[in-house]
């Protein structure tokens, strides 16, 4: 193969090439060589979309090869590209590696000038047709090659069928298409100051680079990043002949899956438009047709498409997402792709192929992306609340959501970055739309069918969907909609139940989503396979309960000063700081000793047999206190008010000093962690006293119990040591004749760089690190958190400075490496030293890969991302293997 070759019939190609020819390309070439009925066409290779970047211009000799390959289709088609009497017509479309569903642009029916538009008029004997036809080539070359919004082509289109009173595409005559061309092509010369190209092949030059500049527009690129695919892929062009579904009754177009992409159940999902072009189903335009319709209106089409979707999914071995188009009773086959799906369907079809022995339970295991079961434990509509129902659209994609209605996506960005929470209110959504679903609660449009570009978009992300909900009229520009006599306007809170499909007015009671029978048999398998344990972050009893219902093996992290937040307990706790003396703070811990030893009991019996790692305070004192600005202006507002001097106001001038006096100028890095129970020995004792009395209690009741106590913030080796010693000190005195039936662990979170680099020197004090991957990662990179993702973060992954946010994904090059010290540095003197992290990054699947990758023994994340952990840790073993840990896994 030479080196410069870029353009791939698709008899040339395979499934195998798909990192050249895109996957549209790749399976295109597939379905011709297995001898399915596909149009001919060829690939415009990545190749050349990479070359066309780094010139800016088409590559050298790529445009004799498309001649070449528009040769091979006319020979195919007996047709004559820019012919006068039966012109061919050719499609081209985008094809990235990876699937990105309608992010790139699409240009149909070129090939189509004021010439040969009659030679077709005359070909199919139908002039509706052919000048339909070529109304939306104009359109779609406006706005894809000269960057018109569709706005402007859709307000002519209206205004048309207001003209001519009808509501349909297909009933508008033949010469209101002239005339709707005429204003078309006006439109381009006033807005692009261009005129539309009369010659054929300036128009597929043209088209072919505007395709290549799509895989840089705003969508794709927000696409790419939400779903982390390379922008170096580049994306293929596929130059295919025209079918057309839109040349009578005899025709159509659809897209079909061949599993319920919702549900995952085995049946024939879809849906198709009869006289329509493929865009017209996609986008929403119009509502279809459910697919078993088709077997009514043309059953042999029917039959040959359940056949051609049967051994499609057998071939490619997993359920797949197929667009086709009817001509003249005739079906060919568009595309063919690994369907999108909800998180609840890709478990059921993942189950479902293994007990059909199409996978193995390795390669379902690896399917799942685990990111998407964040989603399973999706909420639902407590059956008991009372709704406003107002009407009933398709239930495109489940789970339920309130949320205040907005009329476009730019608006639902504003207001999710004030805060708020949104549901995105659209006649149809389109490609340009994903800023706003990306950031709504769920989904709502008016029109368009369950695999619309609305219903596609959500199911991928999560999101709750409901589509074609003809009961509400939306008008955009007055930002409002109405359902039967009611208007809801922007603002205004409503609620979808994608599983229904019902639209509520209000806000609605949610309940939890249970675990389903497939989410359970993948965790089983992925237990079976994992090496890493997996725990959760937990701070009550309710929590850890939750916590051992989603399989964790232990708490990770349990942080105490959540406890100390309740309008019960405050009080307390700032009696303590605020107290003047050793005798007065004693007192106010005596107080608090048995509140916190009634949650530790709890949790205790809720994790009985399982370990659970207990982190001393570690906030500093002053974020118990009350907000010093509200301080001073109430004292504002006494002094005016009050004549004379109070013993309130007295008081009040006492807790602003005390709070004054506390003030740190970065409290991050002040009076916090182990240095608080340095300087205040007598808090972390009473913690440590409420510690192992729970356990001693649950000791009695026959509770097994493995507490493990973990000193935060060390920094030296001296703190680690100091504070152990008021452990075992404690511990010893508590438990007395019971410590040898309860072994108890002292470990240290690793959140500061030098602890990292000096773990030798530690780890003779610690049973086990624990790292806190947030603060490492704050003070690795020096950034604020609150305000470095306020502020600049987002600008940081768009620029390509940094390749995530690190607060998200474990950055390996600097916070990796200091952890892969600290374990190797660690275990040089103890060697069964046990590892884990337990900041947010324990739920993340790449952070995951790298635990299982250094070596660590577990990975510590929130209660209901413990599904998600378990199966990434069980994809890490199958990708990465065994690697050597210092203790036995898998605590059970």
Same mark, same amino acid.
């Not at 706003?436 to 029109?447: I, K, M, Q, Y």
């Not at 570690?618 to 002094?639: A, C, G, K, Q, Y």
């Given at each position: 193969?030479?080196?410069?070759?870029?353009?791939?019939?698709?008899?040339?190609?395979?499934?195998?090439?798909?990192?050249?020819?895109?996957?549209?390309?790749?399976?295109?070439?597939?379905?011709? @060589?297995?001898?399915?009925?596909?149009?001919?066409?060829?690939?415009?290779?990545?190749?050349?979309?990479?070359?066309?970047?780094?010139?800016?211009?088409?590559?050298?000799?790529?445009?004799?090869?498309?001649?070449?390959?528009?040769?091979?289709?006319?020979?195919?088609?007996?047709?004559?590209?820019?012919?006068?009497?039966?012109?061919?017509?050719?499609?081209?479309?985008?094809?990235?590696?990876?699937?990105?569903?309608?992010?790139?642009?699409?240009?149909?029916?070129?090939?189509?000038?004021?010439?040969?538009?009659?030679?077709?008029?005359?070909?199919?004997?139908?002039?509706?047709?052919?000048?339909?036809?070529?109304?939306?080539?104009?359109?779609?070359?406006?706005?894809?090659?000269?960057?018109?919004?569709?706005?402007?082509?859709?307000?002519?289109?209206?205004?048309?069928?207001?003209?001519?009173?009808?509501?349909?595409?297909? &009933?508008?005559?033949?010469?209101?298409?002239?005339?709707?061309?005429?204003?078309?092509?006006?439109?381009?010369?006033?807005?692009?100051?261009?005129?539309?190209?009369?010659?054929?092949?300036?128009?597929?030059?043209?088209?072919?680079?505007?395709?290549?500049?799509?895989?840089?527009?705003? !969508?794709?690129?927000?696409?790419?990043?939400?779903?982390?695919?390379?922008?170096?892929?580049?994306?293929?062009?596929?130059?295919?002949?025209?079918?057309?579904?839109?040349?009578?009754? &005899?025709?159509?177009?659809?897209?079909?899956?061949?599993?319920?992409?919702?549900?995952?159940?085995?049946?024939?999902?879809?849906?198709?438009?009869?006289?329509?072009?493929?865009?017209?189903?996609?986008?929403? @335009?119009?509502?279809?047709?459910?697919?078993?319709?088709?077997?009514?209106?043309?059953?042999?089409?029917?039959?040959?498409? @359940?056949?051609?979707?049967?051994?499609?999914?057998?071939?490619?071995?997993?359920?797949?997402?197929?667009?086709?188009?009817?001509?003249?009773?005739?079906?060919?086959?568009?595309?063919?792709?690994?369907?999108?799906?909800?998180?609840?369907?890709?478990?059921?079809?993942?189950?479902?192929?293994?007990?059909?022995?199409?996978?193995?339970?390795?390669?379902?295991?690896?399917?799942?992306?685990?990111?998407?079961?964040?989603?399973?434990?999706?909420?639902?509509?407590?059956?008991?609340?009372?709704?406003?129902?107002?009407?009933?659209?398709?239930?495109?994609?489940?789970?339920?959501?309130?949320?205040?209605?907005?009329?476009?996506?730019?608006?639902?960005?504003?207001?999710?970055?004030?805060?708020?929470?949104?549901?995105?209110?659209?006649?149809?959504?389109?490609?340009?739309?994903?800023?706003?679903?990306?950031?709504?609660?769920?989904?709502?449009?008016?029109?368009?069918?369950?695999?619309?570009?609305?219903?596609?978009?959500?199911?991928?992300?999560?999101?709750?969907?409901?589509?074609?909900?003809?009961?509400?009229?939306?008008?955009?520009?007055?930002?409002?909609?109405?359902?039967?006599?009611?208007?809801?306007?922007?603002?205004?809170?409503?609620?979808?139940?994608?599983?229904?499909?019902?639209?509520?007015?209000?806000?609605?009671?949610?309940?939890?989503?249970?675990?389903?029978?497939?989410?359970?048999?993948?965790?089983?398998?992925?237990?079976?396979?994992?090496?890493?344990?997996?725990?959760?972050?937990?701070?009550?009893?309710?929590?850890?309960?939750?916590?051992?219902?989603?399989?964790?093996?232990?708490?990770?992290?349990?942080?105490?000063?959540?406890?100390?937040?309740?309008?019960?307990?405050?009080?307390?706790?700032?009696?303590?700081?605020?107290?003047?003396?050793?005798?007065?703070?004693?007192?106010?811990?005596?107080?608090?000793?048995?509140?916190?030893?009634? &949650?530790?009991?709890?949790?205790?019996?809720?994790?009985?047999?399982?370990?659970?790692?207990?982190?001393?305070?570690?906030?500093?004192?002053?974020?118990?206190?009350?907000?010093?600005?509200?301080?001073?202006?109430?004292?504002?507002?006494?002094?005016?008010?009050?004549?004379?001097?109070?013993?309130?106001?007295?008081?009040?001038?006492?807790?602003?000093?005390?709070?004054?006096?506390?003030?740190?100028?970065?409290?991050?890095?002040?009076?916090?962690?182990?240095?608080?129970?340095?300087?205040?020995?007598?808090?972390?004792?009473?913690?440590?006293?409420?510690?192992? !009395?729970?356990?001693?209690?649950?000791?009695?009741?026959?509770?097994?119990?493995?507490?493990?106590?973990?000193?935060?913030?060390?920094?030296?080796?001296?703190?680690?040591?100091?504070?152990?010693?008021?452990?075992?000190?404690?511990?010893?005195? @508590?438990?007395?004749?019971?410590?040898?039936?309860?072994?108890?662990?002292?470990?240290?979170?690793?959140?500061?760089?030098?602890?990292?680099?000096?773990?030798?020197?530690?780890?003779?004090?610690?049973?086990?690190?624990?790292?806190?991957?947030?603060?490492?990662?704050?003070?690795?990179?020096?950034?604020?958190?609150?305000?470095?993702?306020?502020?600049?973060?987002?600008?940081?992954?768009?620029?390509?400075?940094?390749?995530?946010?690190?607060?998200?994904?474990?950055?390996?090059?600097?916070?990796?490496?200091?952890?892969?010290?600290?374990?190797?540095?660690?275990?040089?003197?103890?060697?069964?030293?046990?590892?884990?992290?337990?900041?947010?990054?324990?739920?993340?699947?790449?952070?995951?890969?790298?635990?299982?990758?250094?070596?660590?023994?577990?990975?510590?994340?929130?209660?209901?991302?413990?599904?998600?952990?378990?199966?990434?840790?069980?994809?890490?073993?199958?990708?990465?293997? &065994?690697?050597?840990?210092?203790?036995?896994?898998?605590?059970?």
């Amino acid at each position: 193969m030479a080196a410069n070759k870029y353009v791939f019939n698709f008899q040339e190609g395979n499934l195998g090439m798909k990192r050249l020819l895109g996957g549209k390309g790749a399976n295109l070439a597939e379905m011709t @060589v297995v001898g399915l009925p596909v149009p001919p066409g060829f690939t415009v290779t990545t190749d050349a979309c990479r070359a066309y970047y780094n010139a800016l211009s088409l590559p050298d000799g790529l445009m004799k090869e498309v001649a070449n390959g528009v040769k091979g289709i006319e020979l195919q088609k007996s047709q004559l590209f820019g012919n006068a009497e039966d012109p061919l017509l050719v499609s081209v479309r985008s094809g990235s590696v990876s699937s990105m569903p309608g992010m790139m642009d699409t240009i149909l029916n070129l090939g189509l000038t004021d010439i040969t538009v009659v030679g077709l008029a005359k070909a199919t004997n139908n002039v509706s047709f052919a000048y339909d036809c070529y109304r939306r080539l104009i359109q779609m070359f406006g706005n894809v090659v000269f960057g018109i919004e569709s706005i402007y082509f859709e307000k002519l289109l209206h205004q048309l069928k207001r003209e001519l009173q009808v509501e349909q595409d297909q &009933d508008v005559t033949a010469e209101g298409w002239k005339q709707l061309i005429l204003q078309f092509k006006a439109c381009i010369e006033r807005h692009a100051r261009k005129s539309f190209p009369q010659d054929v092949n300036d128009q597929l030059k043209l088209a072919i680079e505007a395709v290549f500049r799509s895989w840089n527009n705003h !969508r794709a690129q927000v696409y790419r990043r939400i779903n982390q695919i390379p922008d170096e892929q580049g994306t293929a062009v596929n130059i295919q002949a025209m079918v057309f579904g839109n040349l009578g009754q &005899d025709c159509g177009t659809g897209v079909l899956f061949t599993r319920n992409p919702s549900t995952g159940a085995k049946v024939l999902f879809g849906e198709y438009l009869t006289n329509a072009q493929g865009e017209d189903v996609v986008a929403g @335009v119009r509502t279809p047709l459910p697919i078993n319709e088709l077997q009514k209106e043309m059953p042999e089409v029917y039959s040959r498409l @359940v056949s051609i979707a049967e051994q499609l999914e057998l071939h490619y071995r997993d359920m797949q997402d197929i667009e086709f188009t009817v001509e003249k009773n005739k079906l060919y086959m568009l595309q063919t792709r690994n369907g999108k799906r909800t998180a609840q369907a890709a478990l059921k079809i993942g189950v479902d192929l293994v007990r059909e022995n199409i996978i193995s339970v390795e390669e379902a295991l690896q399917r799942v992306e685990v990111s998407h079961l964040d989603m399973l434990l999706h909420p639902t509509i407590d059956p008991e609340a009372k709704i406003d129902v107002v009407a009933t659209g398709l239930p495109a994609s489940p789970g339920a959501a309130s949320g205040q209605a907005v009329f476009d996506a730019d608006t639902a960005e504003q207001c999710a970055r004030a805060g708020k929470k949104v549901i995105l209110v659209r006649s149809e959504t389109n490609p340009e739309d994903i800023h706003g679903v990306l950031v709504a609660e769920g989904v709502l449009t008016s029109r368009g069918g369950m695999t619309s570009h609305a219903a596609v978009i959500a199911r991928g992300m999560g999101k709750p969907c409901v589509c074609g909900c003809d009961e509400i009229g939306v008008d955009a520009e007055a930002k409002q909609f109405t359902a039967g006599d009611r208007t809801i306007n922007e603002g205004d809170w409503i609620s979808i139940d994608g599983a229904t499909g019902r639209v509520i007015i209000g806000m609605v009671q949610l309940k939890e989503a249970d675990m389903s029978e497939e989410l359970v048999q993948m965790l089983e398998w992925a237990d079976g396979v994992r090496q890493l344990q997996v725990f959760a972050n937990a701070d009550s009893p309710e929590d850890a309960a939750k916590a051992r219902e989603l399989g964790a093996q232990g708490i990770g992290l349990c942080r105490t000063e959540h406890m100390f937040m309740s309008a019960q307990r405050l009080p307390i706790v700032q009696a303590m700081i605020l107290a003047e003396s050793l005798v007065e703070r004693q007192s106010a811990l005596n107080k608090l000793l048995p509140m916190q030893q009634a &949650d530790f009991e709890g949790i205790f019996t809720a994790m009985a047999g399982l370990p659970v790692t207990i982190r001393l305070l570690d906030p500093p004192l002053h974020e118990f206190l009350p907000n010093l600005e509200d301080l001073v202006s109430r004292h504002i507002r006494m002094t005016i008010q009050e004549t004379e001097r109070s013993a309130e106001q007295d008081a009040l001038e006492k807790l602003i000093r005390k709070v004054r006096s506390m003030h740190e100028t970065n409290p991050m890095l002040g009076q916090r962690g182990c240095r608080l129970g340095i300087l205040f020995p007598e808090i972390y004792e009473m913690q440590i006293e409420a510690i192992f !009395r729970a356990v001693l209690r649950c000791l009695e009741k026959g509770v097994t119990v493995l507490p493990e106590i973990m000193i935060p913030l060390v920094s030296h080796a001296n703190e680690l040591k100091i504070l152990r010693e008021l452990v075992d000190h404690v511990a010893e005195q @508590v438990l007395l004749t019971h410590k040898n039936s309860c072994p108890y662990k002292v470990g240290t979170m690793i959140e500061v760089p030098r602890a990292a680099l000096t773990a030798k020197k530690i780890a003779p004090y610690a049973d086990f690190f624990s790292f806190g991957t947030n603060d490492l990662t704050q003070m690795t990179f020096g950034y604020s958190r609150d305000d470095a993702e306020g502020k600049f973060l987002t600008q940081y992954v768009d620029q390509k400075l940094l390749a995530a946010n690190p607060f998200q994904v474990l950055d390996r090059d600097g916070v990796g490496q200091l952890i892969e010290l600290a374990v190797e540095r660690g275990r040089s003197v103890k060697p069964k030293l046990k590892t884990g992290i337990c900041g947010e990054h324990g739920g993340e699947r790449e952070s995951i890969f790298f635990c299982h990758e250094t070596g660590l023994n577990y990975v510590s994340c929130s209660p209901y991302r413990v599904p998600l952990a378990r199966i990434a840790a069980a994809q890490a073993k199958l990708v990465l293997g &065994d690697q050597k840990i210092a203790i036995m896994p898998i605590v059970s």
